[in-house]
């Protein structure tokens, strides 16, 4: 029988928002395998969360359902042990894959006489597997076991056609997106502008393009990022033949973001850093999310969410990307103006937590008492190399 297992629900006065569990054909799904099934408002530690056995998949499992995937993403961890490889399996949708620990390899093919692309990946390496391809995925190391975070859009897809037997292991063949030799899988590429070449859909603006980045937790290909204050950097990066994306945000020590609020279903898997996130639905109660690497959050559709770096290090988080058609579901409201709160506009006890939890660590805030009066105040921004985990 499945295991329902309530992840931490933290709040300001001690009792959480009541969790509201919608459901749809992949709960039933999920609650089908006998797989733990985690839920809540976030993870403390990927990396330790209760797994169960798989029979189908043969690998310990458990699937993570936080309150804001409504519906809408997919997010699961799969354990690897030393010196092991999974089954083979053929998968219908574009999946992203983070790797919580380990080192590892991954194989895909796109049909029985398609071409073979191998690569290596280790601990906060990112990469995608694309849809309808054969892969198998092996532990490298004979002495940890490899965790994986597995992100996908199968709620919604599952909700569309409801016959789980469509989405794996069927027999239609994609094409073969690999056959140039699998350099796909070798460098992200930079591109400016939406080059059509590189997108589907296109896009505009400046983002890297590929398979695989080998490591979130070191990467410093970043922009300047204005929007959100606090100085910080940014990276957004796509993915070939897909509509799957996904964005880094990067910020300097003892500082903290704007609160913000967006769609459903965007999961933030933590690279680096220590700190915590405030979600909150206007006007109720605030849950706390309290973070490291490895921690995992999603923000509910419509609810503001607040990011604080509470460390001595740049903290990073990793928001992998709802379909698109979610991710500005929220911001109409009734003017884009009230989907961020600025500095100067927040509530006095944001700041004073802050400052609280800093104390709490024998630091101080690096936030300028200008930026709580000049809405127009500019950040000072180290260079983008700086901002990587030590």
Known sequence: MTQQVEADTTSDDSVPPELEVKEYTYDDWMASTGVPIHRGYFIKDLRTVELGWWEERGCESAFIQLVGQEGVTSAMVQEIPPG??????????????????GHGVTTVWPGDNGSRTSFEWQPRSLFQV?????????????????????YSYLPLAMSLNTDPSFFFNNRHEGEDFLSNGGQLYSEAKLVRDGDPSRTW??????????????DMGSWNKLNRSSRRGAGGHSVLMTFPNSEMSCHMSVFPSRTYKKAHRH????????????????????????????WHEASMFVPPGKWF????????????????????QFRGHAEKVEDRARDQIEYADEDSSIRERFEAELDKRQLTSLMPDEVYRNRDFQWTYRDAETQAAP
């Open 263 to 290: 769609g459903p279903g965007r999961v933030i898997v933590i690279p680096a850093g220590e700190g915590y996130s405030i979600l909150w639905e206007e006007g109720k109660r605030k849950v706390v999310a309290p």
């Open 130 to 150: 694309p849809h309808n391809y054969h892969h198998t995925m092996s532990n490298m190391r004979g002495d940890q076991p490899v965790r994986l975070l597995r």
């Open 305 to 324: 969410h607040q990011h604080f770096n509470a460390g001595g290090t740049p903290a990073r988080y990793l928001a992998l990307h709802p379909p698109r």
């Open 84 to 101: 092991e490889t999974l089954p083979p399996l053929k998968f219908a949708l574009d999946e992203l894959v983070y790797v919580l620990q």
């Open 201 to 214: 859909g296109g896009r505009s603006g400046i983002f890297w393009y590929g398979n695989f980045f080998p």
